[in-house]
């Protein structure tokens, strides 16, 4: 069974950086596309950033410019780097396949509050 595990949210005052982990395990990771989501209060659980199995990348226009997205394959972990935080980046953050069939279970995810 695949085993997804978030690290490394917290809070954080607007303008802040934070750096996402997510390590997978029981799968070879390198042969999928993987994509950060988050999930705000309320709100639908929506993609922010993509990573190609070769390193291409992508992003949801509210974060580009401010988030980068890597990868380790050899550790099965994908990462977010996040800058210039906003109070509308607080959500539980997730990692999973950018496509359909994700791997289930989601991670239990990571929660980052931007806040004063």
């Known amino acids: 069974q695949v085993q997804l595990v978030e690290s490394g949210g917290g809070l954080v005052q607007p303008g802040g950086s934070l750096r996402l982990s997510c390590a997978a395990s029981g799968t070879n990771f390198r042969l999928y596309a993987m994509g950060w989501y988050r999930q705000a209060p309320g709100k639908q659980r929506e993609l922010v950033a993509t990573?190609?199995?070769?390193?291409?990348?992508n992003y949801a226009d509210s974060v580009k410019g401010r988030f980068t997205i890597s990868r380790d394959n050899a550790k099965n972990t994908v990462y977010l780097q996040m800058n210039s935080l906003k109070p509308e980046d607080t959500a539980v953050y997730y990692c999973?396949?950018?496509?359909?069939?994700?791997?289930?279970?989601w991670g239990q995810g990571t929660l980052v509050t931007v806040s004063e």
């Open positions: 990573s190609s199995t070769g390193g291409n990348t």
């Open positions: 999973n396949k950018r496509f359909n069939p994700h791997f289930e279970p």
